[in-house]
Nanobody, 121 residues
Framework: VQLVESGGGLVQPGGSLRLSCAASGFTFSSYAMGWFRQAPGKEREFVAA????????YYSDSVKGRFAISRDNAKTTVYLQMNSLKPEDTAVYYCAANRRYDRNYAEYDYWGQGTQVTVSS
């Protein structure tokens, strides 16, 4: 199993980034996919999740209305479009796979290595 994130970087406040997570080694469409983030000195927190079919999405209150999660099951890839970025969005962003949706990171089976997102002027 492999999850590989990409698309992180440095962006100014108010800017946008699109993260991608390419998955392999498991039946992608059978798994819910989640994005989590971890800032220095803080616990890993839930950002967004999407069901295997892509029909239902979930967001934390802190990103609702600014971020959008989507997936392409044909490409076995999940995306996180991040708009109106704020300095408090700075963190390492991880994608993860689980048999079903959950906001608890401890429930997820597979993890990527993470990609750094820094929001700063």
């Amino acid at each position: 199993v492999q999850l590989v994130e990409s698309g992180g970087g440095l962006v100014q406040p108010g800017g946008s980034l699109r993260l991608s997570c390419a998955a392999s080694g498991f039946t992608f469409s059978s798994y819910a996919m989640g994005w989590f983030r971890q800032a220095p000195g803080k616990e890993r927190e839930f950002v967004a999740a999407i069901t295997g079919s892509g029909i239902i999405t979930y967001y934390s209150d802190s990103v609702k209305g600014r971020f959008a999660i989507s997936r392409d099951n044909a490409k076995t890839t999940v995306y996180l479009q991040m708009n109106s970025l704020k300095p408090e969005d700075t963190a390492v962003y991880y994608c993860a796979a689980n048999r079903r949706y959950d906001r608890n990171y401890a429930e997820y089976d597979y993890w990527g290595q993470g990609t750094q997102v820094t929001v700063s002027s």
